[in-house]
């Protein structure tokens, strides 16, 4: 068992409700929630497996499915985890951080990303 996060220690109760309520309300004022899953989709290749450690509530996820990739995401908060599976993203409750060190996982981590040298080359075009 790792030491608890951040996100359960320096919260208040009810919290998870609050964060996926805030960016549903900000989705239904019209606000632009993409731009991480705009950036990610630029360094990807078309049909991605991606593995989104750390979910939340789906808004990355569920973006990136809607462009055309494969996503799985994982969140230890079951809120959020619940929040996630509306926007239609598979996710699983559970921490990564306490998860065995295997095969299964190694390989779930890495499927996730292009080779190296292309992904420094999609970086460096998208950052310049």
């Given at each position: 068992?790792?030491?608890?996060?951040?996100?359960?220690?320096?919260?208040?109760?009810?919290?998870s409700?609050?964060?996926a309520e805030h960016f549903r309300t900000?989705?239904?004022?019209?606000?632009?929630?993409?731009?991480?899953?705009?950036f990610v989709d630029a360094l990807l290749p078309r049909g991605a497996h991606v593995l989104d450690a750390g979910?939340?509530?789906?808004?990355?996820?569920?973006?990136?499915?809607?462009?055309?990739?494969?996503v799985v995401g994982a969140d230890a908060d079951p809120v959020l985890i619940a929040a996630a599976r509306v926007v239609s993203i598979f996710s699983a409750?559970?921490?990564?951080?306490?998860a065995p060190s295997d095969d299964t996982i190694r390989n779930a981590l890495f499927a996730t990303l292009p080779d190296i040298a292309e992904l420094e080359k999609r970086l460096n075009r998208s950052l310049c």
């Open positions: 068992m790792t030491d608890p996060t951040r996100w359960t220690t320096e919260t208040d109760d009810g919290h409700e609050w964060y900000l989705r239904a004022d019209g606000a632009d929630l993409d731009g991480e899953a705009r979910c939340g509530q789906g808004r990355t996820g569920a973006a990136l499915l809607a462009r055309g990739h494969d409750c559970h921490d990564l951080a306490d």
